[in-house]
């Protein structure tokens, strides 16, 4: 393989790596929004999006003492350190995993639901998929309710599990009924201009994941969902959403444990309202530091623009917008006042 460093991934067009996909291997599958480089189907598929929040940057600098590249225009490792990973490592392991870029993961998801169609015969003969996608150290995130066996075996290798709202696999392991994870990628503080990523946390991810593929080409392990999955996450229908949860621990309408709804702060919870109350942090979808608001369906705080496109009720969504309007318009206001004047931000763990 041409030597490809992660400096030029994180500077490439998405143009760029399809023609640079197609360069590292001729059968190279590429479409409008996903590319496919084929190789062993008795190995997991290796899956990471090409799209980033941010244009390319033009400069990227590195902290050596720390290990870490950031940009001030935004460094875009969400997921560049994804698709980086996913060329060294088929380069390193035979033979060859096969890999999947997708495109506009960012906005929904829509190259995972185009290659779901398109490849979904080639899909349906992989054991398991692995994304690489996930922010921090060490972390495991899954989707579809993916059985006990499964996060067993994946957490034997160093990782840890973890809660995410969404990723391309939570789509193609539905779409496809395989088990599916969403492993770190070494960045934090992703979707904004304070990203970095620590290429030695995104290097422990590399190599376990190494360790993953030996294993299992002597092996051939292969795992089932514990039952069909049923998530949706900014379904092209919206009649598609479930009261299923997707990933088995309750369902949406009455059972959330208090504790897990009230996770940023006791005094944030609105006992007359029975909700959280909107306060200025950073939206866990886009990232923006706005007014934001507790999603049951998305479990995470979001915007009044990602709630509106991503959050709708499974139960009433007309209610759920009303009520949603109402409670912002009502406080937000003077919940944006109190916390712009003390500029709160949520404290984030520190990757070092």
Known sequence: MKKIGII??????IPQIHNLAGTLDATAIRSENWCYMPGDTSLPLL????????????????????????????????DRAGVWACLKLRDMIR????????????SGGAGAWDASVDLADTLDLFPYFIEIDRRGKGEAVYYNNESAKFKSYIQSFGF???????????ILGAQANKCSVNLSAGYYNNHTF??????????????????????????????????????YYCSR????????????????KDDIPIDYKMARNLEDFDDKMGAVK??????????????????????GYLCARCFQRNSLSIQDPKSNME??????????????????????????PSPW
């Open 194 to 231: 304070r990203e970095i990523l620590v290429v030695h946390h995104l290097k422990y991810t590399m190599d376990r994941v190494k360790q993953i593929y030996l294993d299992a080409a002597k092996t051939k392990r292969k795992f089932k969902l514990s039952k069909q999955s049923k998530y």
């Open 8 to 13: 030029e991934i994180l500077k490439m067009s």
């Open 160 to 170: 840890h599990e973890e809660v995410g709202l969404f990723s391309d696999v939570s």
């Open 47 to 78: 899956v990471a999006h090409m799209d980033t929040v941010f244009p390319q940057p033009k400069f990227v600098a590195y902290d050596r003492g720390r290990n870490a590249l950031s940009a001030k225009t935004g460094l875009g490792a969400d």
């Open 278 to 299: 909107p306060l200025l942090g950073f939206c866990d979808m886009c990232g923006y530091q706005e007014d934001t608001f507790w999603s049951e369906y998305m479990q």
């Open 237 to 252: 229908d919206r009649e598609d959403f479930s009261d299923f949860d997707g990933r088995g621990q309750w369902q949406w």
């Open 95 to 106: 033979p060859h995993p096969a890999v999947l870029f997708l495109d506009e993961e960012e």
């Open 323 to 348: 009520e949603f309007h109402e409670k912002f318009s009502t406080s937000g206001a003077t919940t944006r006042a109190k916390f712009q004047s003390i500029r709160r931000k949520p404290k984030e």
